[in-house]
């Protein structure tokens, strides 16, 4: 039985190949993200020990405000500099340097324009002297108040040398430096992993870098001859009191490494999100292909049951075919990931700065994920097909129809039962009902709604692709085309749900993406009187800001009838950290964003008082006069009175303080603002006036209130387009089942061919009836995709009602597009079948049994 299978397995090698192809690349999916977060994890922790390498303790300020890698940045408050004498004076310690370091050094290259940074931060401190990390490569280390020095990695992405007069954006408005000095790091590297280090003289750094002067956030301590780095630093904690959080340099570098791989680990599993999607439609194709190929084999398979074959042994003989693609398929995916993780890894460190890598390895997830996956997917979706062969009769042996078609009630029934766990699944997760399981819920729900309809779809294949044929009818091969693509509802239906699956997940991210923007059209649109706007588009960890000023000085225009500057950043507000704005008009609530007041005062703000939404009164138990301990990332905690209720709206947030609680922020300058003209006055007059007061703010710029819109949902457009190629895998697996379904259908019809032929069917025209057949294949399902990824997103979209997404839209042309281009791939899959068609030699085939 073992040998007949080997030559069953060796004589079906292309349609084998084509579905293992599948595997492939889902698998190559999985590992290559497994290799990709190991390689730059080993990259990240070689990386911070060099950081870290010359630290023996270091002491910091204890945040006032613990903020998560995704919720912003933890922000180290300053302390004065009497902390490092108490440092120096501690036993054991040899030298106490007092450092300033921080996020937000922002120099303004050649070109005018602040040089960004997609990630990793833009640093600014106190220069220190050099080391054996850091040496200075030109120049000198500054003296003046008005020289810096910066690394090389930013005087290449700047464009600035040695020498250069340059503006530098800090806590302050910019300010221009000479630079005197460019350095870099041990091993000739130009950036530490990316970053952007600015430095200045010690009292300019703590003036534009922490806000005030004689103060420091950090001491870097060396360790006297014989004392441990865990001992020095027990005894610095204990000298210094809970205030301060001391560590070692080897806790530093790994607290750092772990914040890293937690952003990786999230990356890692939205790659695996997609891995998934490219096995799901992998599936389908296996499943498929094992039906065609068991269906072909029915006298084969009857015969050895003839002749003594158990049921247990086809079974067998199947999932070893199965099992030999699978693993096959794994090994050629693992490497392949390999291949892949080691580019992505490559690109991602050329666009992180240059972060030198590590040796790329393959660690053992990868190689379990790889096998684990590949042969799993492969036997579970031969499985099917398996018990089917076992049931094959010997009397079989001596028919000539193999495939007679079976009832589709248990199929639709199955169909119908999955879809509604994965409608209860979607309604669970979407309406909030699932408590801590809400992504589980809706993934879960995605995934029963996808198979759900992949089994109704032999129900409704033969109509709608009925419907779809009749385009073609007027032509002999075009109605032959479509016979054949209804003749096997299941083979159909399988076929078009691969191309279904990724179809549909892109509509569906379009419809929530599409309706994201024009709800946030909308609500600009209808609620903000606002014909002018300052603001910047945030490529960075670091939203971009402007100076204060500029506010005052726009009032000052004529035509300018109100001028808000908005604030903005995590807090404490009582026990709940969220969101919180500042504006420096509090008219403008009522007067720019048509707020409405519910309860007290909305339109003045003092110093400590706040104003809240009407949903965040309502969930705090909170009303006019009550009052609120505020924890900001600066400064001590401040008590804050509710003296005005607003009708709660998307535009701004639950919490809204006045303009001089902003001091506490971490970024402490104003970020956006929006200008209302008096009556009559013009667009085009005041836009120059005010963009003049923005040249020394590069990071934004004003503009009108749709170009505005414009921008901000700009990125959005980005984000669907990276999402669009990578389900285009997806949409490539689907394309090789359509393939593989015609080669395997051009095989079994070879004595149907081979009569069509005989009785005057031309070459071409039987090249364009695969071609027919193939087309309808695609767009039944497109269709489908359309459908179902329609209907994906408006459950979505429906479910963020209440975050402000109120407007549903269908994109038209873009489903259209889907449809033309599933009828392009039906052309382009069904080229090698229909060549192979056309060459079937026409008595041989008559002959074939």
Not at 323 to 335: F, N
Not at 491 to 519: E, F, P, Q, W
Not at 655 to 670: D, G, H, K, M, W
Not at 684 to 693: I, K, N, S, T
Request: glycine letters at 12%.
């Amino acid at each position: 039985m073992f040998r007949a299978t080997l030559k069953s397995l060796l004589a079906r090698k292309i349609r084998l190949i084509l579905s293992g192809l599948a595997v492939v690349l889902g698998v190559m999916f999985v590992s290559g993200a497994f290799v990709l977060t190991d390689t730059l994890g080993r990259s990240f922790d070689s990386l911070f020990a060099d950081a870290y390498a010359e630290v023996d303790v270091n002491v910091a300020g204890k945040p006032k405000l613990q903020i998560s890698e995704f919720e912003g940045e933890q922000l180290a408050p300053p302390f004065s500099a009497t902390a490092v004498e108490t440092v120096r004076s501690v036993p054991g310690v040899a030298e106490a340097t007092g450092v300033v370091v921080t996020d937000g050094a922002r120099l303004i290259g050649s070109n005018g324009k602040v040089v960004t940074s997609f990630g990793p931060p833009q640093l600014g401190g106190n220069w220190t002297g050099e080391s054996d990390l850091v040496q200075l490569r030109e120049g000198r280390e500054p003296q003046a108040d008005d020289e810096i020095v910066i690394n090389k990695g930013l005087a290449t992405a700047g464009k600035v040398a040695l020498g250069d007069r340059v503006g530098v954006l800090t806590l302050e408005p910019r300010k221009d430096f000479t630079i005197v000095g460019i350095f870099g790091y041990s091993g000739d590297r130009d950036s530490l992993g990316g970053t952007n280090e600015v430095m200045f003289t010690t009292p300019v750094a703590q003036q534009l870098m922490l806000g005030e002067p004689d103060v420091f956030n950090n001491v870097v301590v060396t360790a006297a001859a014989g004392v441990s780095d865990d001992e020095l630093r027990d005894s610095v904690a204990t000298a210094l009191g809970d205030e301060y959080v001391v560590k070692t340099g080897e806790q530093l570098s790994a607290d750092a490494a772990a914040g890293l791989k937690e952003g990786l680990s999230f990356f890692n599993r939205i790659l695996l999100g997609f891995a998934a999607v490219a096995l799901l439609v992998g599936t389908f194709l296996i499943l498929n292909t094992f039906s065609i190929i068991v269906a072909q084999r029915t006298r084969e398979l009857a015969l050895l049951r003839a002749v003594g074959a158990s049921g247990k042994q086809i079974i067998g003989s199947v999932v070893l075919e199965a099992i030999a693609v699978g693993l096959i398929a794994s090994v050629l995916g693992l490497a392949a990931g390999i291949g892949v993780g080691a580019l992505l890894a490559y690109l991602f460190g050329n666009l992180a700065g240059g972060l030198a890598l590590a040796g790329v390895a393959v660690p053992p997830a990868a190689v379990i994920g790889a096998f684990g996956v590949g042969l799993v997917i492969t036997v579970v979706a031969a499985l099917l097909p398996a018990l089917r062969a076992a049931r094959i009769p010997p009397i079989a042996a001596m028919q000539d129809v193999a495939t007679p078609d079976r009832p589709l009630t248990k199929v639709t029934v199955a169909g119908a039962l999955v879809t509604a766990i994965g409608a209860t699944l979607l309604f669970l997760g979407l309406g909030g009902y699932a408590g801590g399981s809400t992504l589980a819920a809706i993934l879960g729900g995605v995934l029963f709604a996808f198979i759900g309809v992949a089994l109704l779809t032999p129900l409704i294949s033969k109509p709608v692709v009925a419907a779809l044929g009749a385009v073609f009818s007027g032509w002999v091969p075009g109605k032959l085309g479509r016979l054949n693509s209804g003749r096997n509802p299941r083979r159909t239906a399988i076929t078009a749900a691969a191309l279904m699956v990724g179809i549909a997940l892109v509509t569906g991210i379009t419809v929530i993406l599409d309706s994201a923007k024009s709800s946030i059209s909308g609500l600009v649109e209808e609620n903000v009187t606002a014909e002018l706007v300052i603001a910047g588009v945030q490529s960075g960890p670091r939203p971009p800001s402007f100076d204060p000023a500029v506010l005052d000085e726009t009032k000052a225009i004529p035509g300018v009838r109100m001028v808000d500057g908005q604030y903005g950043d995590m807090a404490l507000v009582g026990d709940e950290r969220t969101w919180v704005g500042a504006v420096t008009e509090p008219a403008a609530m009522r007067q720019i964003y048509g707020a409405t007041a519910t309860a007290g005062d909305i339109d003045r703000l003092a110093a400590g008082q706040m104003l809240i939404s009407s949903d965040t009164a309502e969930s705090r138990g909170l009303s006019v006069g009550s009052t609120l301990p505020v924890q900001f990332a600066r400064g001590d905690s401040q008590t804050y009175t509710v003296t005005g209720i607003y009708e709660s709206s998307p535009i701004f947030g639950g919490v809204i303080l006045p303009a001089e609680a902003a001091r506490n922020f971490s970024i402490t300058q104003p970020i956006q603002a929006f200008i209302q003209l008096e009556p009559g006055a013009q667009v085009a007059d005041v836009q120059p006036r005010v963009e003049a007061l923005l040249a020394d703010s590069p990071e934004v710029s004003v503009a009108d209130q749709q170009a505005f819109i414009e921008e901000q949902t700009g990125q959005l457009d980005g984000l669907l387009q990276m999402i669009q190629i990578l389900l285009a895998l997806a949409i490539v697996i689907a394309v090789l089942g359509i393939i593989n379904t015609l080669a395997l259908s051009v095989l079994e019809r070879t004595r149907e061919l081979g009569l069509l032929r005989a009785i005057g069917l031309r070459r071409s025209q039987t090249m364009g009836m695969i071609t027919v057949e193939a087309v309808v294949i695609s767009v039944f399902g497109a269709l489908l995709g359309v459908a179902v990824g329609a209907g994906l997103g408006a459950a979505v979209v429906e479910a963020l009602r209440d975050e402000g997404i109120t407007t549903l839209v269908l994109p038209w042309g873009q489903m259209g597009v889907f449809l033309g281009l599933a009828a392009l791939i039906g052309v382009v899959a069904a080229v090698l079948p229909a060549i192979r068609a056309a060459r079937i030699n026409v008595l041989g085939a008559i002959a074939h049994d």
